[in-house]
Nanobody
Framework: QVQLVESGGGLVQSGGSLRLSCAAS????????MRWYRQAPGKERELVAR????????NYADSVKGRFTISRDNIKNTVYLQMNSLKPEDTAVYYC?????????WGQGTQVTVSS
């Protein structure tokens, strides 16, 4: 059974920090590029960050660059998103995504709410 389980979301004031975690199971985690997406009500799904299989290459949306950091632990089969200097516009459901060729998996999401 393939599972991607996000955790770490919650309510935080603007300027605060959260660390999201995505625990993976049921597939060979180290083969997959990992990505974080987010989606706010009425908004399109947005790619926030991604990290390659070796973990040495990352990419970020312009809106979060310099504030968010993606990382992975291929032993723990977990990908993280450290979010600093949070803004109300970061409020969204954050989804973990795994991609390897034509294989793609999604988590159910975790809510992040940033109050002003």
């Amino acid at each position: 059974q393939v599972q991607l389980v996000e955790s770490g979301g919650g309510l935080v004031q603007s300027g605060g920090s959260l660390r999201l975690s995505c625990a993976a199971s049921g597939f060979t985690f180290s083969f997959y590029a990992m990505r974080w997406y987010r989606q706010a009500p009425g908004k399109e799904r947005e790619l926030v960050a991604r990290i390659t299989r070796p973990g040495g290459s990352t990419n970020y949306a312009d809106s979060v660059k310099g504030r968010f950091t993606i990382s992975r632990d291929n032993i723990k089969n977990t990908v993280y998103l450290q979010m600093n200097s949070l803004k109300p516009e970061d409020t969204a459901v954050y989804y973990c995504n795994a991609l390897f060729g034509s294989a793609e998996y999604w988590g159910q999401g975790t809510q992040v709410t940033v109050s002003s």
